[in-house]
């Protein structure tokens, strides 16, 4: 059991909640003990795509961590809370309502890469606090701002008509690591003269994942009870699909195992997927023809 799960996390399930889910079902089939890590945090009120990474694939979920994902989303005009989303409490309200056209004239300003303030209450650290538990204790909590990319932001398919005010909006957003959607609809609504915050969040893509890969969590609970989870788990290598592959004689396999290098290889500089006859050997680093292990995989 080394390779990849994606629940379609539901509403009110914490992205740790996810990962104790596919524990139970590997507890429940009687797989045994693997470690298991998810490859990317989703908001409690969030839904959508979860890649957990199981055994020897949990060395590739801080990989999956850095990919772009693909958000459906919504802005609830007129109210801004805390949490910038329905979790929290309001701060601020505005009777000013944007057109559809209002909205798509604004939605270039955030694409391409962006200057972002991330929300106060996130898991980003300040102090080696979380920010949300200083959110949460009363304290005033201020993150620097970073540069995020936005490939594409686009409203759904079959908006309303171009002319009517709105009390909503829902969007689509192809973003990179670190984006954070609730402030992009914090920043929109502020940059239509009102104010917003997410009311619908569904994760569609991370990385190499979609909703096409992910299962509910009772299709999960009946499979580990079933021992069938062999039948959803995705290979160690889907998680690296954007990498090309470098096949290994055995004492090629061998040399990199015990953590040595090699030499004179005749291939481009970058990284590559080592294996040998289709078994993963390791993550590598290119370089003048020298192969260096970045991630050793133990199977």
């Known amino acids: ?133 200083l959110a949460r204790a009363g304290e005033e909590v201020v993150l620097a701002t970073r540069a995020v990319t936005i490939f594409s932001l686009n409203t759904s398919p079959a908006p309303p008509p171009t002319g009517e005010v709105l009390e909503n909006v829902a969007l689509i957003a192809h973003v990179s690591k670190g984006t954070y959607i609730r402030s992009l609809a914090r920043d929109i609504a502020l940059a239509l003269g009102t104010v917003g915050h997410v009311t619908h969040l569904r994760r569609t893509r991370a990385g190499p994942f979609g909703l096409s890969h992910a299962i509910s969590l009772d ?23 954007d990498i090309p592959a470098l096949p290994l004689s055995p004492d090629q396999a061998g040399a990199l195992r015990q ?12 990284q590559y997927f080592a294996t040998l006859h289709d078994v993963p050997v390791a993550l590598v680093d290119v370089s003048d023809h020298e192969v260096r292990v970045v991630r050793g995989f133990n199977l």
């Open 259 to 270: 953590g040595r290098k090699l030499v004179g290889i005749a291939v481009h500089d970058g």
């Open 219 to 241: 299709k999960l609970s009946e499979l580990g009870h079933g021992r069938a989870l062999e039948d959803i788990l995705l290979p160690l290598r889907a998680g690296l699909d």
């Open 1 to 133: 059991m080394h390779g990849w799960i994606i629940l379609d996390k539901p509403l009110g399930l914490g992205s740790t909640q996810g990962v104790s889910a596919i524990k139970r079902a590997l507890r429940d089939g009687g797989y045994g003990r693997f470690k298991v890590g998810h490859g990317g945090t989703l908001d409690p009120l969030a839904t959508g795509v979860l890649p957990i990474a199981i055994g020897e694939a949990t060395k590739l979920a801080g990989r999956m961590l850095d990919s772009d994902k693909i958000y459906e989303f919504t802005i609830g005009f007129g109210v801004q809370t805390d949490t910038l989303d329905l979790e929290g409490k309001v701060v601020a309200e505005s009777d000013a309502r944007p057109t559809l056209a209002a909205v798509e004239a604004v939605l270039p300003r955030f694409t391409g890469s962006i200057d972002q303030v991330p929300p106060a209450y996130s898991a980003l650290k300040i102090d080696g606090e979380r920010a949300y538990d």
